[in-house]
T-cell receptor, first 113, second 109 residues
Framework: KAGVTQTPRYLIKTRGQQVTLSCSPI?????VSWYQQTPGQGLQFLFE???????NKGNFPGRFSGRQFSNSRSEMNVSTLELGDSALYLC????????????FGPGTRLLVL | KNEVEQSPQNLTAQEGEFITINCSYS?????LHWLQQHPGGGIVSLFM???GKKKHGRLIATINIQEKHSSLHITASHPRDSAVYIC???????????FGTGTSLTVIP
């Protein structure tokens, strides 16, 4: 089975712009979670989707949003980018529940200038 | 307030040494995970634990639910074990993942 894929791998944006990141989970996995990793805050949970519904959400502002499609692929969007949004954004999938073993993608490295 | 605390933050070992990384957490959990992150960012899940002990090759993970503590042991460490090891717990009031800040391990040949 192919692993979790994320596109793009690298992205440079300027403050105020918006960005959309994409994640394709392992075939058959229905739970997709998004995480932000920064040197200062470490790994933080953004949100989790299952069957096209957001099932859980971390403590991030409303500028961070996401969605999941019927084929379980997921996108996350960040609007009105701030310098502090520069981070590695990781997507992970699991068969059914978020607490199961997570299979991580390679991440998208976002730099906001 | 950090829901998950790891120690040590940094660890340097000689090849062949026995290594222990500790994780303490403060929330109720349904599962604890140990993750490995190599330079470049890729994260691999090593273990998922809800009780007891698990072993995979040279890696052993234990959890004590009553004491809210877990340890990751690496026996006969090797330079390829050099990575950041992250403890993550699933639970708490948000019923979500909470992560430790990671332990950076360097194994010297």
């Amino acid at each position: 089975k192919a692993g979790v894929t994320q596109t793009p791998r690298y992205l440079i944006k300027t403050r105020g712009q918006q960005v959309t990141l994409s994640c394709s989970p392992i075939s058959g996995h229905r739970s997709v979670s998004w995480y932000q990793q920064t040197p200062g805050q470490g790994l933080q949970f953004l949100f989790e989707y299952f069957s096209e519904t957001q099932r859980n959400k971390g403590n991030f502002p409303g500028r961070f949003s996401g969605r999941q499609f019927s084929n379980s692929r997921s996108e996350m969007n960040v609007s009105t980018l701030e310098l502090g949004d520069s981070a590695l954004y990781l997507c992970a999938s699991s068969p059914l529940d978020q607490h199961e073993t997570q299979y991580f993608g390679p991440g998208t490295r976002l730099l906001v200038l | 307030k950090n829901e998950v605390e790891q120690s040590p933050q940094n660890l340097t070992a000689q090849e062949g040494e026995f290594i222990t990384i500790n994780c303490s957490y403060s929330v109720g959990i349904s599962a604890l995970h140990w993750l490995q992150q190599h330079p470049g960012g890729g994260i691999v899940s090593l273990f998922m634990l809800s009780s007891g002990k698990k072993k995979h090759g040279r890696l052993i993970a234990t959890i004590n639910i009553q004491e809210k503590h877990s340890s990751l042991h690496i026996t006969a460490s090797h330079p390829r074990d050099s990575a950041v090891y992250i403890c993550a717990v699933f639970g708490g009031t948000g019923n979500q993942f909470y992560f430790g800040t990671g332990t950076s391990l360097t194994v010297i040949p």
